[in-house]
């Protein structure tokens, strides 16, 4: 029992030890490669020009963007999760299982309610409609 314990904190501690080595790796490596003169050095001026896209900045700064596409985003990624969320469990779990019985039906419902309401609080905010 305390092996399974320890056991799940191993793995913890192998993936935490992974996503710290793994980056510092990289800029270990990057650094020996500059060093080595492997990775170019000198700064030009396309180099310090913002956005290396091949088109030439209009100005000095980069334009806004209109806030409503955040909007668009914010409620794409809600309904997107929603998704990823109901398919797996009408998957595994059908309209009602056993096991779970009506508690589950009852958790997704009250799921499917709460973004329902963010959906329905957007479209009446006027945030869906594009002037």
């Known amino acids: 029992m305390i092996q399974d314990y320890f056991r799940s904190y191993a793995v913890l501690i192998i993936f935490v030890a992974v996503a710290v080595v793994v980056p510092i790796g990289m800029l270990g490596i990057s650094y020996m ?16 020009a913002p956005y290396e896209g091949g088109m030439r900045p209009l100005g000095d700064k980069p334009r806004r963007f209109n806030f409503r596409y955040y909007y668009y985003a914010l409620l794409f ?15 595994r779990h059908g309209v009602l299982s056993r096991q779970f019985g009506w508690a589950a039906l009852g958790a997704v419902l009250v799921f499917l309610f709460v973004v329902t309401v963010g959906y329905l609080y957007a479209w009446r905010k006027k945030a869906l409609e594009w002037q």
């Open 33 to 48: 490669a500059s060093l080595v003169k492997v990775r170019p050095q000198r700064s030009t001026r396309i180099k310090r």
């Open 77 to 91: 990624v809600a309904f997107d999760v929603e998704t990823v969320l109901l398919y797996p469990w009408a998957v």
